[in-house]
């Protein structure tokens, strides 16, 4: 036997024993935490097995081991074949996992664009940090803590990483304005920024409310109710919830928003593991819109909270769900912190709608099948034909009112919409592909910042734009950046790019207020949606 075989020989059934020992160690520590906040375990005092391993290895090994590396290897490893959702997160990439759940972040305040060979400042977070330094949109960041970022291969990722940092903390700017030709110099104590989770809610016409969720984190409830009543105090008399694309987060925060809709001991979702008993989540009656119209968006990405908000909607024939069947995630996990710093997401119950319906998709066939569950939904036909998609039997569920709807494998909508493909062109493929749309939308807003800062609404970004030739001038940019003009492509995407151009061009401007009611236009299920009233 070789040298190499002789070393996996002895080092293989190490790691195997490691990992079983770990699992066998995390299973008997760990316990519920019915807020949802991480728990430091400590480790036993002395006469585990997984000591007297680590002992050995570090101690006799031929070679020199790093325990710890060991141990970080081996728990992933033993995850490996539980469900998807349980994951290992390491110390050093827990903090970025959290962010968008705890809805805020340290950092200088700013949303930018790679432009050209420049950090180009899109939007100044009012009351952050740049803001109260002076920094404006427009502005270009050329240097971080003295290091130039001009022209550097730098991901979006490195350069947000060396914006962020502990609240309070000092970071030194270089910033180029335009206008006065000068780079100006300061340094800026970062602050806490909002990560909101409520992109935007608009009155779509004089009774119809719009309301989009992104994800459900530590701050959504309070963002979903600062919206509804912003909506109330405009009159709105029907409302939708958007929830396309949200990918889940906090129970706690669905629920709350489930509350608002629900009379009084109104079942909304209950929880049920093998360690955890049955848990139900009633309304309360204290529900301050028990009598608004609800419609709720969902598609093949929305899962987990947003499945249960749709689920709570469907089953106690509240509203209706319109567009796609939902991604199928029915599964709970709590977050366990170790005493590294580091995290385990912990699966431990799944959730069943009013009706009983656990909604989980099948994952015994491993994470890459389960993960590729869309895929196979899109070349079956289950985006554009309602009848494509097929539930059996034994998983039909009645609600109170007398409708039929299914477990296993995601929400049903009661209205299906197919995804829309009109409009696409390979001209368009290729506008987007390079981000080409978005850019000229910068260079457009950059060109015009002065005319521009007084427009408030979305209208007021129309009325400016209608006499420009943007379309003329993107065609020219896009040739410049290496998509050449095709007439026949542009003559058959012109909607779909004018619009996507205006939309960004009004976000740049005054943000997601102005792109959601542009883009508008092209979306066939939120249009479709207002008729089901």
């Known amino acids: 036997m070789s040298y190499n075989n002789k070393r996996s020989a002895i080092f293989l059934p190490i790691l195997i024993t490691l990992a079983i020992v770990v699992g066998m160690f995390i299973n008997s520590l760990f316990q519920g935490n019915s807020k949802g906040e991480s728990t430091i375990f400590q480790l036993p005092k002395a006469g585990s097995k997984l000591e007297v391993v680590l002992d050995m290895v570090e101690s006799d090994y031929v070679d020199t081991i790093s325990s710890a590396d060991l141990v970080e290897q081996a728990i992933p490893a033993l995850l490996k074949d539980l469900d998807p959702h349980t994951v290992y997160i390491p110390a050093k990439d827990l903090q970025r996992v959290n962010e968008d759940l705890k809805g805020n972040f340290g950092g200088i305040g700013v949303q930018f664009i790679r432009y050209q060979d420049t950090v180009a400042i899109v939007r100044v977070i009012p009351g952050g940090p740049s803001e109260l330094a002076g920094i404006k949109a427009g502005d270009r960041l050329v240097t971080v803590n003295d290091t130039s970022i001009v022209g550097k291969e730098l991901k979006d990722n490195d350069i947000i990483s060396r914006l962020k940092g502990p609240k309070g903390t000092p970071v030194k700017v270089g910033v180029y304005r335009r206008s006065s030709n000068e780079t100006l110099e300061m340094e800026l104590l970062r602050g806490s920024i909002p990560v909101p989770s409520v992109d935007v809610a608009y009155m779509i016409n004089d009774e119809v409310g719009y309301i989009k969720v992104s994800r459900f984190a530590a701050t959504t409830y309070f963002e979903f109710s600062e919206g509804l009543e912003r909506l109330k105090s405009e009159g709105v008399k029907k409302l939708i919830v958007d929830l396309r694309g949200n990918t889940g987060g906090y129970l706690s925060e669905a629920t709350n928003m489930i509350n608002e809709f629900l009379s009084e001991n109104k079942m909304m979702v209950y929880t049920e593991g093998k360690s955890q008993p049955r848990t139900d989540y009633k309304s309360n009656g204290n529900g301050r819109f028990q009598d608004l119209p609800v419609i709720v968006l969902i598609d093949e990405v929305s899962a987990s909270a947003s499945e249960i908000f749709a689920g709570a909607i469907q089953d106690n024939d509240r509203g209706k769900i319109v567009g796609r069947r939902s991604f199928g995630k029915g599964l709970v996990q709590e977050q366990r912190r170790l005493p590294d710093g580091s995290a385990l997401r912990l699966t431990v119950a799944r959730y069943y709608t009013p009706t009983g319906r656990c909604i989980q998709k099948p ?131 012109r909607k779909v790019i004018e619009t996507q151009l205006k939309a960004y061009i009004a976000r740049d401007l005054i943000d997601d207020i102005g792109f959601y009611p542009i883009i508008r236009e092209l979306d066939k299920t939120l249009i479709e949606a207002e008729t089901q009233f």
């Not at 006499?467 to 993107?474: E, F, G, P, S, V």
């Open 363 to 493: 994952y015994n066939n491993g994470k890459e099948e389960y993960y590729n569950d869309l895929n196979l939904r899109f070349i079956h036909g289950e985006f554009e034909k309602k009848d494509s998609i097929h539930f059996n039997d034994s998983l039909k569920f009645t609600t109170p009112g007398g409708n039929t709807v299914y477990g296993g494998g995601g929400i049903m909508p009661d209205v299906f919409i197919p995804v829309d493909t009109s409009g696409y062109s390979n001209y368009f493929r290729d506008l987007r592909r390079k981000g080409i749309i978005y850019q000229y939308a910068f260079s457009f807003v950059d060109q015009y910042r002065e005319q521009m800062q007084g427009l408030k609404t979305h209208k007021d970004v129309l009325n400016f734009v209608k006499d420009k030739a943007i379309i003329k001038n993107l065609v020219a940019y896009a040739d410049k950046k290496g998509v050449k003009p095709d007439s026949k492509g542009l003559r058959q995407s």
